[in-house]
Each structure stands twice: as structure tokens, then as C-alpha cells.
């Protein structure tokens, strides 16, 4: 329980939802389904790098096989774990989950409804998913305020009015621990736990029911970690949102997670309940990830 010590997270509730949450699925259903998800990344190569090719005087391109026929199930309200070692494409198919990177192959769908449009120029096409990523330093466009960051999207989808837009806002900065009077701040005015909080408040402020954190602590100090983990324990709750966690720490996966997933290169090679995958690991690979985990030192007597 160390890590989750000293978070002194303000408790100030979420502001209520305006958007209209029509025909969910009851707790614990099947919502988000990734059903043979697939994507390899070549470099698409010109005219004459096509023909030295044929002529046997270049080499092709190599092609990334990053997520390889990856097929899983979120249920609505419940905390789903993606672990894996960097390059195992956890965050790859976490970017597909949330619309945004076009697959190579299979569906992904949100409470039946698939999450981008067909074609050669998918875009996503639902609202419904958000993401907090792992860099708050990058993820925020400097030139802009807090506030007018946190309100673009809720205006632009019309979630809110300009009107509401302020209090809006405010709200939300509340919800995540933070003073309502920073919006009219910059990035570089905060630090990096405060950053990540302005993301988590930017994602929700979206009204989403599925959030996809791509390691969001992972360039956080541990003491840190804990607030923003304690924060989006305290949120998934009051908010019934689904959560999909992808970490390469599994002791942080640990303490939010309901079922846990591990990838390595490209497929997910076991699935199941958090504390059945701690206490009794199947795959060799997941046998590795659990004994690399460090463990404190017991206290002497």
C-alpha cells in the first residue's frame, strides 16, 4: 500500500453531464470490442525506390507487424490493465481503441457502433473515448491558456455554450485537485503532476464513458504517481467510466486494475483477473514481467 500514501487530492465532485448518454449497456456488459485488430507500418516508397527494388538494387523496407490479430473485450465500468515492455504494441493498440490510428485490419467498436469512419481517410467519429497520454509536457499546446485548452473540445462538439464555458471549466479543474482560478495560466506556469491533471481534466471534460490512459504516470515522480493514480480511482467512480490503463510497471497496474492483459510482440499472450494473473501467472513472459518487479526490503525488527 505504499504507493498509495499522501495523494491530498481535493474531493470537489465533477460537474454533471450535459450530453445525452442514451442505450448503455448495465455495468460489467461487454462495451468496447476489438475484435482481430491488426497494424503493420511500412514506408511507403517512391517511383524509383520501386524500380531499384524490382532491379534487385535496393532492399524493401522492412514492415513493423506492431499489433498482430489482438481480439479483446472491455466491459462497461471496469479498469482493463494493458502490460507489456516497450515495443510490444500495448500503445498502439491503444491508439486504435481510441480512434486514433486507422487499424490495417479488423473492427473496433463501441457499444456496437464502430469508433471510426471506412475508407482511406477514417477519422474517428465518436466522442465517446478519450485519451490521456504519458508526456503532459507534450500533450499540451503551450500557446493556450488552461481554460481555453480544457474548453476546445466541449465547444467545438457543443457540449457546452461560451456562455458555460467559464464555470464549465473551473469545475473541472476543481474535480482534478487544482485551483478553478488557474485557467487563465499557461503549461510552463505548472508543474508535471499538475500537467497531467489538466490532461485528465481536458480527456473528461469531453464527457467520455471510455478513457484510454497511455501510461500516464510513467514520467511522474512516484510520489506523484500516487496522487494521479488515487485521483483516477476516485473518478472511474463517481463517473462509471471504463477505463483501458496501458503501463509497463505492473505494480502500478495493481492497484487500479480489474482484469489485466499481457502484450508482447503484438498479441496478448494472457488475459484475466488481476489478482488471479499476480497470483498465478501462466505464460513464461508473464512469469518474467512479475519476478523483474522490485520488491522493498523488509523493516528489521
Same mark, same amino acid.
Given at each position: 500500500?505504499?504507493?498509495?500514501?499522501?495523494?491530498?487530492?481535493?474531493?470537489?465532485?465533477?460537474?454533471?453531464?450535459?450530453?445525452?448518454?442514451?442505450?448503455?449497456?448495465?455495468? +460489467? *456488459?461487454? =462495451?468496447?470490442? $476489438?475484435?482481430?485488430? %491488426?497494424?503493420?507500418?511500412?514506408?511507403?516508397?517512391?517511383?524509383?525506390?520501386? !524500380?531499384? /527494388?524490382?532491379?534487385?538494387?535496393?532492399?524493401?523496407?522492412?514492415?513493423?507487424?506492431?499489433?498482430?490479430?489482438?481480439?479483446?473485450?472491455?466491459?462497461?465500468?471496469?479498469?482493463?490493465?494493458?502490460?507489456?515492455?516497450?515495443?510490444?504494441?500495448?500503445?498502439?493498440?491503444?491508439?486504435?481503441?481510441? +480512434? $486514433?490510428? /486507422?487499424?490495417?485490419?479488423?473492427?473496433?467498436?463501441?457499444?456496437?457502433?464502430?469508433? %471510426?469512419?471506412? +475508407?482511406?481517410?477514417?477519422?474517428? /467519429?465518436?466522442?465517446?473515448?478519450?485519451?490521456?497520454?504519458?508526456?503532459?509536457?507534450?500533450?499540451?499546446?503551450?500557446?493556450?491558456?488552461?481554460?481555453?485548452?480544457?474548453?476546445?473540445?466541449? !465547444?467545438?462538439?457543443?457540449?457546452?455554450?461560451?456562455?458555460?464555458?467559464?464555470?464549465?471549466?473551473?469545475?473541472?479543474?476543481?474535480?482534478?485537485?487544482?485551483?478553478?482560478?488557474?485557467?487563465?495560466?499557461?503549461?510552463?506556469?505548472?508543474?508535471?503532476?499538475?500537467?497531467?491533471?489538466?490532461?485528465?481534466?481536458?480527456?473528461?471534460?469531453?464527457?467520455?464513458?471510455?478513457?484510454?490512459?497511455?501510461?500516464?504516470?510513467?514520467?511522474?515522480?512516484?510520489? $506523484?504517481?500516487?496522487?494521479?493514480?488515487?485521483?483516477?480511482?476516485?473518478?472511474?467512480?463517481?463517473?462509471?467510466?471504463?477505463?483501458?490503463?496501458? *503501463?509497463?510497471?505492473?505494480?502500478?497496474?495493481?492497484?487500479?486494475?480489474?482484469?489485466?492483459?499481457?502484450? =508482447?510482440?503484438?498479441?496478448?499472450?494472457?488475459?484475466?483477473?488481476?489478482?488471479?494473473? =499476480?497470483?498465478?501467472?501462466?505464460?513464461? =513472459?508473464?512469469?518474467?514481467?512479475?519476478?523483474?518487479?522490485?520488491?522493498?526490503?523488509?523493516?528489521?525488527?
Amino acid at each position: 500500500q505504499l504507493l498509495l500514501r499522501g495523494s491530498g487530492i481535493a474531493d470537489a465532485a465533477p460537474p454533471p453531464r450535459k450530453s445525452a448518454t442514451l442505450n448503455l449497456p448495465p455495468l +460489467g *456488459s461487454p =462495451y468496447l470490442v $476489438i475484435d482481430n485488430a %491488426m497494424k503493420r507500418f511500412e514506408k511507403p516508397t517512391g517511383l524509383f525506390r520501386n !524500380l531499384a /527494388i524490382k532491379s534487385g538494387i535496393s532492399q524493401p523496407m522492412p514492415v513493423v507487424q506492431a499489433v498482430d490479430g489482438v481480439s479483446i473485450t472491455l466491459k462497461r465500468g471496469e479498469v482493463l490493465g494493458l502490460v507489456g515492455e516497450s515495443g510490444s504494441g500495448k500503445s498502439t493498440l491503444g491508439r486504435m481503441a481510441a +480512434g $486514433i490510428t /486507422i487499424p490495417t485490419s479488423g473492427t473496433i467498436r463501441l457499444n456496437g457502433k464502430p469508433v %471510426m469512419s471506412d +475508407g482511406r481517410n477514417a477519422r474517428k /467519429i465518436t466522442t465517446r473515448i478519450q485519451t490521456i497520454f504519458q508526456d503532459p509536457f507534450a500533450s499540451l499546446n503551450g500557446r493556450m491558456r488552461i481554460g481555453d485548452i480544457i474548453a476546445e473540445g466541449p !465547444l467545438a462538439h457543443k457540449l457546452v455554450t461560451r456562455a458555460e464555458a467559464s464555470v464549465y471549466v473551473k469545475e473541472w479543474l476543481a474535480a482534478v485537485g487544482l485551483d478553478p482560478t488557474f485557467a487563465n495560466r499557461f503549461p510552463h506556469q505548472f508543474s508535471g503532476g499538475q500537467r497531467q491533471r489538466i490532461a485528465i481534466a481536458r480527456a473528461l471534460a469531453m464527457q467520455p464513458d471510455v478513457v484510454v490512459c497511455d501510461e500516464p504516470v510513467a514520467s511522474l515522480d512516484v510520489s $506523484i504517481q500516487a496522487q494521479i493514480i488515487n485521483l483516477l480511482i476516485r473518478l472511474r467512480a463517481e463517473l462509471d467510466l471504463s477505463l483501458i490503463f496501458i *503501463s509497463h510497471d505492473l505494480s502500478v497496474v495493481r492497484h487500479l486494475c480489474d482484469r489485466v492483459a499481457i502484450m =508482447y510482440r503484438g498479441k496478448i499472450v494472457e488475459e484475466g483477473v488481476a489478482s488471479t494473473i =499476480y497470483a498465478d501467472p501462466q505464460h513464461d =513472459y508473464t512469469k518474467r514481467l512479475l519476478a523483474a518487479v522490485p520488491v522493498l526490503p523488509e523493516a528489521a525488527e
